[in-house]
């Protein structure tokens, strides 16, 4: 094989390597208490859902995670209706790590009465809390520009 050739093979190896690293994987943390996926260089989590440990009471939702693959992932956001329905959570607590809480993130959470959001909050998804009937108030972010209708 001549050098242009090697050249060109080495090229579409980094290029299948990066594109199979860039692919959204889902993971379940180590304390079965969250779904998330990683997208991205550097890898990041978005949280998609609580896993088989949580599902009512108060959550504290961490900075980090670590998969069941040993890897750690700093939390970026709350995915699209990551809570949405779970009507029994009545609190939940977002870090600064986090910069986007999704559409209808936490939908239909009708006992939710207690909610702190990360000053590092840009984005707020469309009925992010719609339907959180009992929720009696929200400090916002200054960082928010404008929170989607619904």
């Known amino acids: ?12 190896v980094a290029a299948a390597a ?3 690293s860039a692919k959204a994987q889902t993971f379940t943390d180590t304390t079965q208490q969250y779904t998330f996926t990683t997208n991205g260089t550097p ?3 978005t949280i998609t859902g609580p896993g088989s440990a949580l599902a009512w009471g108060n959550v504290s939702i961490p900075s980090s995670l670590t998969a069941t693959n040993g ?21 939940v607590t ?3 790590s986090v910069t986007n809480i999704g559409l209808e993130a936490f939908y239909n959470c009708y006992a939710l009465t207690n909610l702190i ?9 469309s009925g992010a809390f719609a339907n959180c009937f ?12 404008a929170i ?3």
């Open 1 to 12: 094989m001549n050098t242009k050739n090697m050249a060109v093979l080495i090229a579409a």
């Open 134 to 145: 009992i929720l009696p108030n929200v400090t916002i972010p200054n960082k928010v520009p």
């Open 43 to 45: 890898a990041v989590a």
């Open 18 to 20: 990066f594109t199979q």
């Open 71 to 91: 890897y750690a992932y700093d939390v970026a956001a709350i995915g699209d209706m990551a809570f949405s329905g779970y009507s029994y959570l009545t609190g």
């Open 117 to 125: 959001i990360g000053t590092n909050v840009v984005n707020i998804g």
């Open 94 to 96: 977002i870090p600064g």
């Open 148 to 150: 989607a209708s619904g």
